[in-house]
């Protein structure tokens, strides 16, 4: 699919990976008339986007949502053909051996703040959160992203949330975005998310994740797309293939993750990955009717989140069953077995006995799931530096971990390479 046969051995830019950020600046070059190549060493396009059609499952690679209120995706993205389903806002809670709903705290915290009667909520954290809201309804994401920065769990802290709250909530549910139970990434990031679940939704596209990656593709004409070809080296003006071939190129821009882009064209700057473990089940009969995310509110336990990606989208198990997503973002080195043994036995405890029947789809074990983001940054285009000789780096690695960050990433890219090759070819 989408991969053309092109025989032209020269081009103004190629473009060294077929993943958001690498399909935005093909995007954004085909708009403006660049002579490019879209090289990518996958049989498909997405990159860590990417859904498996499974016996009539939908097996996303790991557990995504677009969060609708996305800028960028709201500007590049046509969400009615990708016929978006939202998750219900709000979470479930899994507290000890009972479970509580907690009502959209992000959205509707007045409603959650009347709402909410459970063990681990108090006053304060809702007070907070609505402070919180108010704080980011008063600033642009661009001036989030200059805001002060610290770990998030120390900016947490700071605004004294109780340690209840954190703990079964505010970590569970962030940690689940960063796949970061520790809470570590940048306040920036967090502020940003934030803002993104209170003017938005969290959906699902009917097809599965990856019809995202493959809704850019598609308008990308496929003789500009190479896939099943790796990249091994880099010069200026020169690609090297594995089959020992190379292409010819003014500017080359490398949109792979951060490890590949290491491996193309060594720089020093190595960053740190986080690493996910996504568990599927098949099931007749669904532990909950709900199209809600589904949270471990408790300290142990490797279990952070569940979902049915069934209940959002029909479309995502066979009729008369249901597909069950479970996430691990807790280090383990249980084997797959074991790892689905110990889930199973958790799970016991929040859903009955029937988990024992749930049928094991596929284990996804995501290294290199997203980059380890400390310290984050929102450049413009006037901050792109090449890092070669015409040579230019765009990916989620090179913004901020998310959709919204691999796609701007990949258009701001394309934007310096084009006043790049204007100004000095
Ligand atoms: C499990 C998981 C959950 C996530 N959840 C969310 C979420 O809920 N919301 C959200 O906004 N974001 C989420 N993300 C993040 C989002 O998916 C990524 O930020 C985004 O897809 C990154 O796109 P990219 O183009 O930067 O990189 P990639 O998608 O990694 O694309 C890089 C491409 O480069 C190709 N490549 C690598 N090396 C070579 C080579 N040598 N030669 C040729 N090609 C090469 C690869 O095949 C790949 O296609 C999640 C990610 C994961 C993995």
Request: overall charge positive.
């Amino acid at each position: 699919m989408f991969s053309g046969n092109s025989t032209k051995n020269e081009y103004d830019v190629i473009i060294i990976g077929a993943g958001l950020a690498g399909l935005s600046a093909a995007k954004k070059f085909l708009n403006e008339g660049i002579d490019f190549l879209l090289i990518d060493a996958s049989s498909s396009v997405g990159g860590r986007m990417k859904t498996d059609y499974i016996k009539e499952y939908q097996l996303d690679r790991g557990f995504q949502v677009l969060l609708t209120s996305y800028p960028e995706a709201q500007n590049a993205l046509d969400y009615s053909a990708l016929k978006l389903k939202s998750f219900d806002p709000g979470a479930i809670v899994q507290y000890g051996y009972k479970t509580y709903k907690l009502s959209d705290p992000f959205r509707k915290p007045i409603t959650a703040v009347r709402n909410f009667r459970n063990p681990f909520t108090a006053m304060s954290d809702m007070v907070k959160i609505i402070a919180l809201r108010n704080r980011h309804r008063r600033f642009s994401v661009k001036e989030l992203f200059n805001e002060k920065e610290q770990a998030t769990i120390d900016y947490l802290k700071e605004w004294n949330f109780t340690d209840k709250f954190i703990q079964s909530f505010l970590k569970p549910f962030l940690g689940g975005v960063f796949l970061d139970s520790e809470l570590k990434v940048s306040s920036r990031f967090m502020e940003f998310v934030f803002k993104m679940f209170s003017q938005g939704y969290a959906s699902l596209p009917e097809k599965g994740i990856q019809e995202i990656p493959n809704q850019l593709a598609k308008q990308i004409p496929k003789e500009k797309i190479k896939l099943n070809t790796k990249v091994i080296n880099i010069e200026p003006n020169n690609v090297m293939l594995a089959d020992g071939s190379s292409i010819k190129t003014k500017a080359i821009v490398i949109a792979t993750n951060s490890v590949d882009a290491n491996k193309i064209y060594p720089c020093n700057n190595k960053i740190e990955t986080q690493t996910v473990k996504c568990i599927y089940f098949s099931t007749e009969k669904a532990p909950f009717k709900t199209a809600s995310l589904y949270l471990n509110g408790n300290v142990s336990g490797l279990v952070n989140n569940v979902c049915i990606p069934s209940n959002v989208h029909r479309a995502y198990a066979p009729k008369n069953k249901h597909l069950i997503s479970v996430s691990v973002i807790k280090p383990t080195q249980l084997s797959d077995l074991e790892l689905v043994m110990a889930v199973r036995s958790e799970l016991k405890v929040w859903f009955g006995a029937d988990v024992e029947d749930w049928l094991h789809l596929r284990t996804y074990n995501i290294e290199n799931a997203l980059p380890k983001f400390e310290t984050i940054s929102y450049p413009e285009v006037k901050d792109i530096k090449p890092i070669g000789n015409k040579i230019f780096k765009c990916g989620d690695y090179t913004h901020d971990p998310s959709i919204n960050g691999a796609m701007r990433s990949g258009r701001l890219i394309a934007e310096a390479v084009i006043w790049d090759l204007s100004v000095k070819i």
